[in-house]
């Protein structure tokens, strides 16, 4: 899947194809002549938790893949060729009487 989030969209298109097949199954009382909406309203809430399940296994998997991850610091900036530290200042005069 896709970086950025992919895998998000694909959790909320599985709850969205839950919801339509929950409202295709209890919520339309209108019945067509030759379609069957409690069926597709079924079928949807089915595809729509088979998706649910691989998008969130996948979403485990890939955390756990990640978090072992180790990281390496490295420095980009390096001193000018020739560079030279200054000499420390002069030791301040003494005082005294």
Partial sequence: M???GGWSVTIGGSIALIIIGAILK???SWKP???DL???GIILMCGGVVGLIVSIVFTMRRSRRVSGA???EQSRYAEPPGYTEP???PPP???GP
Avoid: K, N, S
Wanted: aromatic share 10%; glycine share 14%.
């Fill in 26 to 28: 209890w919520g339309v």
């Fill in 87 to 89: 000499p420390p200042p």
């Fill in 38 to 40: 409690g069926v597709i």
């Fill in 70 to 72: 180790q990281v390496y």
């Fill in 33 to 35: 002549a030759h379609l």
């Fill in 2 to 4: 896709a970086r950025g």
């Fill in 93 to 95: 005069p003494p005082t």
